[in-house]
């Protein structure tokens, strides 16, 4: 198999036109998506850390991705394997960081059209919201934020990476490569030793499961393995339909575009279990912008924020439309900008807080620990 020249365990991804308003930390701490597993967000090294899929969609590796002062036009990116990648695999690696972070002409276009209309969102340097290697698993992690708290939320893609850990050292899998694989992994070398912290070389860690590892699965049997209550009947639906090829997400993902939103829009609702929220959560992972999504938190946001005290379950559409629509058609990334500033304010920055405090990143769990706070 062809394989590059460059060092066999790091790869360089050029951000080209991209360059002048990126940054690694400002780009991954931003959304709730860089707190849900495999995404570890390493405050240390300012490196995000996870698990990405070689071309067979079927195997691994862990990476460290990082930004060099030294090499500001390249994101280097670690393989903590010993092994050479194919070209092929390389390509796979680099187009599912390219995408997590958003890195390309068309998002570094939507990035500056945004901060043309937003000055205080230019002067942060934000205008790029994290989300998932692929769509699937944007789709996925949307679904896992519906009814219920953001602890448990953060549980729920824990298991489901515990899974996906367990499958890939099940029957089905090679055993004799994934064990090679693993001593690979446990080599030490310098390299790794400068980018790595505990957490890779004490624990595996699981990747988020793709669509043909969740397809296999019963409602009943995905709900008592990773406790996702409801959500296991839309999960296997969304998996299966896109196993059996009724369902072409990257294909809908490219569609999505300002002239073709509520086409898209209206597909997504004819899966069931897809409600509003959680179309405009994957619409917004996807690079469409125009819906908020609207929940608990988002009413809390406008009365708190916005002073809209009559703001409820009825109301929440209609005046999320109104706050934001002079930011048309980047409404989701203003109303983001707004509470990535309100978290920070009330629990500081989210880049350098530890992953034990995670849990609390909600406007409510401020509320109580101002509470707790109160009483003691």
Not at 4 to 25: D, H, I, R
Not at 27 to 45: K, Y
Not at 70 to 77: E, F, P, T
Not at 127 to 143: Q, V
């Amino acid at each position: 198999m062809e394989t590059s020249t460059m060092p066999k365990n790091l790869l360089y991804l050029p951000l080209g036109k991209c360059q002048s308003s990126f940054n690694l930390e400002k780009a991954v701490c931003n959304h709730g998506f860089f707190m849900m597993a495999p995404n570890r967000w390493i405050s240390s090294t300012k490196s995000l850390q996870r698990p990405l899929r070689l071309a067979d969609q079927s195997t691994s590796v862990l990476v460290t991705i990082s930004h060099s002062p030294k090499d500001a036009a390249n994101l280097h990116i670690y393989i903590h394997d010993d092994e050479a990648l194919s070209v092929e695999n390389q390509r796979a690696i680099l187009g599912q960081v390219a995408r997590m972070l958003r890195i390309s002409e068309k998002d570094e276009k939507a990035v500056n059209e945004f901060q043309e209309i937003h000055a205080q969102a230019k002067k942060e340097g934000f205008g790029r919201i994290f989300r998932s290697p692929t769509p699937f698993e944007d789709a996925i992690k949307s679904i896992l934020l519906c009814n219920c708290t953001w602890s448990r939320t953060l549980d729920m893609a824990k298991s489901l990476c515990k899974l996906q850990l367990e499958l890939s050292k099940g029957p089905q899998s090679n055993r004799k490569e994934q064990r090679k694989t693993k001593r690979k992994r446990e080599q030490k070398n310098q390299i790794g030793t400068k980018v790595c912290d505990k957490y890779s070389k004490d624990r595996e860690i699981g990747n988020f499961p793709n669509s043909k590892e969740l397809a296999k699965f019963n409602i009943s049997d995905l709900q008592k393995r990773c406790s996702v209550g409801f959500r296991a009947r839309y999960i296997v639906k969304l998996a299966q339909s896109v196993e059996k090829g009724t369902l072409a997400l990257e294909k809908l993902e490219d569609e999505c575009d300002l002239s073709s939103y509520e086409s898209v829009y209206r597909k997504l609702t004819e899966l069931k279990g897809l409600g509003p929220f959680t179309i405009a959560t994957t619409l917004m992972c996807w690079g469409c912008y125009q819906k908020v999504p609207a929940d608990s938190e988002t009413i809390r946001h406008l009365k708190q924020v916005h002073g809209m005290s009559s703001c409820n379950n009825r109301t929440i559409n209609k005046d999320v439309d109104e706050i934001y629509k002079k930011y048309a058609p980047f409404q989701c990334v203003a109303y983001w900008f707004e509470l990535l500033q309100d978290y920070e304010k009330n629990f500081g920055q989210l880049s350098e807080l530890d992953e034990s405090d995670y849990h609390r990143i909600t406007g409510s769990g401020f509320l109580q620990a101002k509470t707790n706070a109160s009483k003691s």
